[in-house]
């Protein structure tokens, strides 16, 4: 089973920027893809970006592409999410999660997810 634990989250002025990491223990350490979600106040979880490992592909929801970047450290066992030009709207709990069993190429669908890290809180205002 992974174990994920997320860190980076913080308070920010609308237009700066975070980095939020997602590091990655237990044995065997073996997963599929890597995903970072969100869930605000009042809404559904949603997909922020994944990573896919057998081969760097990416998927970013359309509110943060251009703004978001997720990145893997191999010899860390950790991703990143950096975000960059942050909104109010960007306000939510983070969450690191691994797809250990699918092949997916549609890296966005949270059921193929089984183990969640419990979250960083990312808050957007002035």
């Known amino acids: 089973q992974v174990q994920l634990v997320e860190s980076g989250g913080g308070l920010v002025q609308p237009g700066g920027s975070l980095r939020l990491s997602c590091a990655a223990s237990?044995?065997?350490?073996?997963?599929?893809?890597i995903g970072w979600f969100r869930q605000a106040p009042g809404k559904e979880r949603e997909a922020v970006s994944c990573i896919r490992t057998s081969d760097s592909l990416t998927y970013y929801a359309d509110s943060v592409k251009g703004r978001f970047t997720i990145s893997r450290d191999n010899a860390k066992n950790t991703v990143y999410l950096q975000m960059n030009s942050l909104k109010p709207e960007d306000t939510a709990v983070y969450y690191c999660a691994a797809n250990t069993q699918y092949y997916s190429d549609y890296l966005f669908l949270q059921y193929e997810y089984d183990d969640w890290g419990q979250g960083t809180q990312v808050t957007v205002s002035s």
């Open positions: 237990g044995f065997p350490l073996d997963y599929k893809a």
